[in-house]
T-cell receptor
């Protein structure tokens, strides 16, 4: 069974610092890995999707890398802003479990002004 | 239109009530999902519909009854719920394929008294 872990569970950084969020998974037979942002009491907003054949994806200040062989993905957020404060979750779907996105528990980020 | 719309946003119900949660998307996605999320926990998959047919049921109690009347709508009928069913209920949609990106609604915050 696929297990997804996100460390650390919480992170606090001063504004302007770069954020590095980690996601690890146990089964490397994945279709893709997706990063989400969630604000308190709200739904999830998709940030980036990395297909299994890709090594990284970029969107603005966000960059996500994928290393399937080691079962790891990293989300980098450059020059953090207070508006980046949220919980960030990663999710993977394995090739034998279509539709069953397996989520990590998330990293709660606070960016202080 | 890249939105998934959920109604109502908040719902309070007694244990003997019957209520329904509604979800709508107009992105042409043929997969639709119900997730349950408790505070500070990751979303848990409940049901997946593919081409309007139930394809995944994660052993959810029968007091939760999903319905997909057409390709744009997804309902979750609730009956005789327990206080422990209080949670944020999230609807999501995606294309059907190997690299589907999940789009979430903002959720219904349900309280069972």
């Amino acid at each position: 069974k696929q297990e997804v872990t996100q460390i650390p569970a919480a992170l606090s950084v001063p504004e302007g610092e770069n954020l590095v969020l980690n996601c690890s998974f146990t089964d490397s037979a994945i279709y893709n890995l997706q990063w989400f942002r969630q604000d308190p009491g709200k739904g999830l907003t998709s940030l980036l999707l990395i297909q299994s054949s890709q090594r990284e994806q970029t969107s603005g200040r966000l960059n996500a890398s994928l290393d399937k062989s080691s079962g790891r993905s990293t989300l980098y957020i450059a020059a953090s802003q207070p508006g980046d404060s949220a919980t960030y979750l990663c999710a993977v779907v394995t090739t034998d479990s279509w539709g069953k996105f397996q989520f990590g528990a998330g990293t709660q980020v606070v960016v202080t002004p | 239109d890249t939105e998934v719309t959920q109604t109502p946003k908040h719902l309070v119900m007694g244990m003997t009530n019957k209520k329904s949660l509604k979800c709508e998307q107009h992105m042409g996605h043929r997969a639709m999902y119900w997730y349950k999320q408790k505070a500070k926990k990751p979303p848990e998959l409940m049901f997946v519909y593919s081409y309007e047919k139930l394809s995944i049921n994660e052993s959810v109690p029968s007091r939760f009854s999903p319905e997909c009347p057409n390709s744009s709508l997804l309902n979750l009928h609730l009956h005789a719920l327990q206080p422990e069913d209080s949670a944020l209920y999230l609807c999501a949609s995606s294309p059907v394929g190997d690299n589907e990106k999940l789009f979430f609604g903002s959720g219904t915050q349900l309280s069972v008294l």
